[in-house]
T-cell receptor, first 113, second 113 residues
Framework: GNSVTQMEGPVTLSEEAFLTINCTYTATGYPSLFWYVQYPGEGLQLLLKATKADDKGSNKGFEATYRKETTSFHLEKGSVQVSDSAVYFCALQNTGTASKLTFGTGTRLQVTL | NAGVTQTPKFQVLKTGQSMTLQCAQDMNHNSMYWYRQDPGMGLRLIYYSASEGTTDKGEVPNGYNVSRLNKREFSLRLESAAPSQTSVYFC????????????FGPGTRLTVL
């Protein structure tokens, strides 16, 4: 079956630090990969996605590259801001699954001044 | 556009009581989903509806029922609430098909005493 494994949090960084949140997956076939972000008290919203191997998704300074050889989709940002404090979820979607998503457990990021 | 709306935002129930969580979307999406979010577990799919008139079980359907009332609305019912159903519930919708982003509502925080 499908599964997504994320690094455990919380991750605490100072503003302007470099961020990496690891995500690896197990899936049959060729899934699409997503990062969703959840700000305090809100629902999830799509941050970025990649639909095939070697694709790079990017948005708001965040990037992630779909690495089929290592089954990974790590999230990176060169310089985090306090406003990036949130919970980040990695997810995958397999073809023919009615667009269902399989989520990781989420990683809480706290950015301090 | 309101996107995905959910009611109520908060609810406290006693064990054995019943309730219905309401969800509506105004984006003309075919697919709708109900998830629950628990600490350390990420989001888990309860039920989904790939199109009006169809519903299917997800990962954790026990203790829940759903109704796809029309294309816009997808409700989740707890017939006899249990403390194990204390959670935050999210509704989402999407265009049916691979690669498509899911749009989430703001969530309902449910406590069962």
């Amino acid at each position: 079956g499908n599964s997504v494994t994320q690094m455990e949090g919380p991750v605490t960084l100072s503003e302007e630090a470099f961020l990496t949140i690891n995500c690896t997956y197990t899936a049959t076939g060729y899934p699409s990969l997503f990062w969703y972000v959840q700000y305090p008290g809100e629902g999830l919203q799509l941050l970025l996605k990649a639909t095939k191997a070697d694709d790079k998704g990017s948005n708001k300074g965040f990037e992630a590259t779909y690495r089929k050889e290592t089954t990974s989709f790590h999230l990176e940002k060169g310089s985090v801001q306090v406003s990036d404090s949130a919970v980040y979820f990695c997810a995958l979607q397999n073809t023919g699954t009615a667009s269902k998503l399989t989520f990781g457990t989420g990683t809480r990021l706290q950015v301090t001044l | 556009n309101a996107g995905v709306t959910q009611t109520p935002k908060f609810q406290v129930l006693k064990t054995g009581q019943s309730m219905t969580l309401q969800c509506a979307q105004d984006m003309n999406h075919n697919s709708m989903y109900w998830y629950r979010q628990d600490p350390g577990m990420g989001l888990r799919l309860i039920y989904y509806s790939a199109s009006e008139g169809t519903t299917d079980k997800g990962e954790v359907p026990n203790g829940y029922n759903v109704s796809r009332l029309n294309k816009r609305e997808f409700s989740l019912r707890l017939e006899s609430a249990a403390p194990s159903q204390t959670s935050v519930y999210f509704c989402a919708s999407s265009v049916t098909g691979t690669y498509n982003e899911q749009f989430f509502g703001p969530g309902t925080r449910l406590t069962v005493l």
